[in-house]
């Protein structure tokens, strides 16, 4: 999952996107409203800090929102005023992290939003369940396979889209950030077929995959 964090405090900023880092998550980081327009992409999650040297983080997600750009958000903020925070859920925000606030809180936070992204952690099909939270699938009740972290990735996006055509073009935005070729996400896929030995996961060929509830 990607995540931008828009933070005037550098330290803060920088501490913020080291923990998110950490946990595995791809982190851009800015400390002001022009630099991170310049340099808007796809991003899954916005962490926003409303007061900004140049802007305030209102009028930015106003501004995605008048371009139709819609993007995950929760803001950072000082302020406990409930009018205040009315604001920025009616502009459609997802939360508020009120400072000072504890890592729990963020990751809690983060994962909240991940899990209404990509699905549930623990799902079953079948005779697996996947537990992508602890990068584990358990078979025939008993048997385990470890998987990696971009493996959990793959199929928390597969899970999230039974029985519909997930393309190579959405893999690669989601968890790739679109920068590699086509022929890297078909060999991470099939290295994690054979390692599962997913018979439900059908190649449709030169556009993507299918993950069929069994």
């Known amino acids: 999952m990607k995540i931008t964090v828009v933070e005037d405090n550098e330290l803060l900023a920088k501490q913020i996107g080291q923990i998110l ?19 808007l992409s796809h991003i899954d999650l916005l962490l926003l800090d409303v007061n900004l040297p140049d802007t305030d983080g209102f009028h930015i997600l106003k501004t995605l929102n008048d371009f139709n750009y819609k993007i995950k ?34 990751l809690l936070k983060v994962k909240k939003v991940q899990k209404d992204i990509f699905g549930e952690s623990k799902s079953k099909i079948g005779n697996y369940f996947f537990d992508l939270e602890n990068f584990v699938v358990y078979f025939n009740n008993n048997n385990t396979i470890k998987i990696t972290k971009r493996e959990a990735e793959i199929l928390r996006i597969f899970l999230a889209n039974v029985d519909k055509v997930v393309t190579f073009e959405h893999l690669n935005e989601k968890i790739w950030n679109s920068e590699v070729v086509t022929n890297t996400i078909i060999v991470a896929v099939l290295r994690l077929k054979k390692k599962l030995n997913l018979d439900n996961l059908e190649n449709v060929r030169e556009v993507g995959y299918i993950f069929h509830k069994i």
């Open 73 to 106: 958000t929760i803001f950072i903020t000082s302020y406990s005023d409930i009018e205040y925070l009315k604001k920025g859920y009616e502009l459609g925000c997802e939360d508020y992290l009120k400072k000072p606030f504890e890592i729990d809180e963020l």
């Open 21 to 39: 880092k950490m946990e595995g998550y791809e982190v851009e980081v800015y400390n002001d409203g022009d630099s991170f327009f310049l340099n």
